[in-house]
T-cell receptor
Framework: QKEVEQDPGPLSVPEGAIVSLNCTYS??????FMWYRQYSRKGPELLMY????GNKEDGRFTAQVDKSSKYISLFIRDSQPSDSATYLC???????????FGGGTRVLVKP | NAGVMQNPRHLVRRRGQEARLRCSPM?????VYWYRQLPEEGLKFMVY????????ESGMPKERFSAEFPKEGPSILRIQQVVRGDSAAYFC????????????FGEGSRLTVL
């Protein structure tokens, strides 16, 4: 079993819809949680960064962490075709530690 | 725009040859990380270096792979005697401090082994 599970998709939504993404994990030692966006043939780009449980909002993006359920989510409001990409969740235990990534969810926003 | 620079972007090698991938971190960053991405898979940690030191190489295969980050010049990931299973995208990331996930990634080097 992988440490971090993420549905590979693809997830297809119409423009303007809310995109809902999530990851589950097994290691309770993870404390720092991130979402990266990766366009095809490009490097990952950090979108959201959260420490421990709670919500964080940045523009159209909201990240949620529920450590008791070992479950993290990313919501994208008012989705745009430019949001079409692969979204990777990542997490780590402490400063300097390696990131453990989910396999990524491919999202397609149709105009 | 002094982002993380990786080269070459694409590299083709025959089985048994050597591959050298280079990474120049963002200006002022002294922490470098290498990750490997296989087709349809997420990124897997390989190694974490800070200038002249390997901090964590727990994700590096024991044989054929090595990494360095000299005092002067880029970080190098070296793969000796490549095999087809080494075909992947290799990403370098850098950070300003020994932090907790705020990494800046390069665009990757795509290695194809024939």
């Amino acid at each position: 079993q992988k440490e971090v599970e993420q549905d590979p998709g693809p997830l297809s939504v119409p423009e303007g819809a809310i995109v809902s993404l999530n990851c589950t994990y097994s290691n309770s030692a993870f404390q720092y949680f991130m979402w990266y966006r990766q366009y095809s043939r490009k490097g990952p780009e950090l979108l959201m960064y959260t420490y421990s449980s709670g919500n964080k909002e940045d523009g159209r993006f909201t990240a949620q962490v529920d450590k008791s359920s070992k479950y993290i989510s990313l919501f994208i409001r008012d989705s745009q075709p430019s949001d079409s990409a692969t979204y990777l969740c990542a997490m780590t235990k402490a400063a300097g530690n390696k990131l453990t990534f989910g396999g990524g969810t491919r999202v397609l926003v149709k105009p | 725009n002094a982002g993380v620079m990786q080269n070459p972007r694409h590299l083709v090698r025959r089985r048994g040859q050597e591959a050298r991938l280079r990474c120049s971190p963002m200006k002022g960053h002294s922490h470098v990380y290498w990750y490997r991405q296989l087709p349809e898979e997420g990124l897997k940690f390989m190694v974490y270096l800070q200038k002249e030191n390997i901090i964590d190489e727990s994700g590096m295969p024991k044989e054929r792979f090595s990494a360095e980050f000299p005092k002067e010049g880029p970080s190098i990931l070296r793969i000796q005697q490549v095999v087809r299973g080494d075909s992947a995208a290799y990403f370098c990331a850098s950070s300003l401090t020994r932090n907790t996930g705020e990494l800046f990634f390069g665009e990757g080097s795509r290695l194809t082994v024939l």
